[in-house]
């Protein structure tokens, strides 16, 4: 199993980024992909994830109206569109997979993630 992000850059306040994060070795559809982020001296965060079976979708309220997620399955990608990025989104940003069936559109749990990327930076300057 493999997760792989790309797409973190330096960007200005306002700016938009889009973190990619392909899959291999999963079967996408019974999967639910997920992205957390941590930032230097703070916990990590849960973003947002997707599941890939009904699309149901997770925001934390930090991003909500900012961000949003998307699959494609024929890539077996997940994106994550971040627009009107603030210097509090710096961090670095990995995706995560869980079995679908631990989806819930209300929070992330960690825990059930078992497979994890290597971890993209996103710096936001002010």
């Known amino acids: 199993v493999e997760l792989v992000e790309s797409g973190g850059a330096l960007v200005q306040t306002g700016g938009s980024l889009r973190l990619s994060c392909t899959t291999s070795?999963?079967?996408?559809?019974?999967?639910?992909i997920g992205w957390f982020r941590q930032a230097p001296g703070k916990e990590r965060e849960g973003v947002s994830s997707?599941?890939?079976?009904?699309?149901?979708?997770y925001y934390a309220d930090s991003v909500k109206g900012r961000f949003t997620i998307s699959n494609d399955d024929a890539r077996k990608t997940v994106y994550l569109q971040m627009n009107s990025l603030k210097p509090e989104d710096t961090a670095v940003y990995y995706c995560?997979?869980?079995?679908?069936?631990?989806?819930?559109?209300?929070?992330?749990?960690?825990?059930?993630?078992?497979?994890w990327g290597q971890g993209t930076q996103v710096t936001v300057s002010s």
């Open positions: 997707i599941s890939n079976t009904d699309r149901r979708t």
């Open positions: 995560a997979a869980e079995r679908a069936r631990f989806f819930t559109s209300a929070t992330m749990n960690p825990s059930t993630f078992n497979f």
């Open positions: 070795g999963i079967t996408f559809d019974d999967f639910a």
